[in-house]
């Protein structure tokens, strides 16, 4: 019995309607996990409350954040918790991708579901955690030393430095993910590293407007988001490169 269809993905037929409500079936099982995940998280959010605003107080040391509205302390709790139930689920909801896209790749390429879910979770970690130890101190320190430069003294509220932090937070754990994507789609001859190559100027004016988008509105901290973001950029051109000779050499 001849099997071959079975691994051909173009052997999978679903029309515009089924790939819709997968993908909605994708989506509302991510959307329970992560409230799933921020329940858990939510009796520990005053602990990681204090976690992220550590660089604040190095950076701000002796400017106190201040709470301007009844309910912005509990808000804010909720925030975070969302916030960490993303963190944490984030290896469930990388499968949950994996499996809306499953469908449409070679037997062989579905074995790949355990590597692309741990590499997404630690780029996507990762991009966060060099955000936190590295980004987000130098950005603090630099608005602290602008408020010193006119003698103001800071009083920031709690909710702008949260809400900052959380999406430049994301931000970073996002764009990490640019050197995976870049294989995925290589490794599908979408793109190769020639286009990569072709379409530098374009890439560089992308980054800068989402870097633009990502950051606080200041120069200082979209060059801190579209330089990494340039460097991810080159490795990815040469991942796409390694790409392209592994499929030439099948």
Not at 45 to 72: H, K, M, N, V, W
Not at 117 to 124: K, N, P, T, W, Y
Not at 193 to 214: E, G, K, N, P, T
Request: include cysteine; glycine fraction near 6%.
């Amino acid at each position: 019995m001849n099997n071959s269809h079975i691994d051909d993905p173009h052997s999978y037929k679903m029309g515009l309607m089924e790939h819709l409500r997968e993908l909605r079936k994708r989506i509302f099982i991510s959307l329970i996990a992560i409230v799933i995940g921020a329940l858990g998280c939510y009796s520990y959010s005053g602990e990681i409350f204090q976690l992220l605003c550590r660089p604040y107080s190095d950076g701000f040391s002796g400017a106190p954040l201040i709470g301007t509205s009844p309910a912005e302390a509990w808000i804010l709790k909720v925030k975070v918790a969302l916030f960490c139930g993303c963190l944490v689920t984030s290896p469930f909801l990388f499968y949950q991708l994996w499996a809306f896209i499953a469908p449409g790749l070679y037997a062989t390429e579905r074995r790949w579901v355990i590597p692309f879910v741990l590499a997404s979770s630690i780029l996507f970690i990762g991009g966060a955690a060099f955000c936190y130890t590295t980004v987000l101190p130098i950005t603090l320190s630099f608005f602290r030393d602008e408020f010193t430069s006119i003698n103001v003294t800071p009083t920031i509220r709690i909710g702008d430095h949260v809400s900052m932090t959380l999406m430049m937070l994301l931000g970073f754990g996002a764009v990490f993910e640019l050197p995976l994507i870049t294989l995925a789609l290589a490794r599908l001859g979408i793109i190769d590293h020639h286009f990569l190559i072709r379409w530098y100027r374009q890439a560089i004016v992308i980054i800068f407007i989402l870097s633009a988008i990502i950051t606080p509105p200041d120069v200082f901290s979209q060059l801190l988001m579209a330089v990494p973001l340039l460097g991810l950029y080159l490795i990815s051109i040469l991942i796409a490169k390694l790409a392209y000779r592994a499929a030439v050499t099948k």
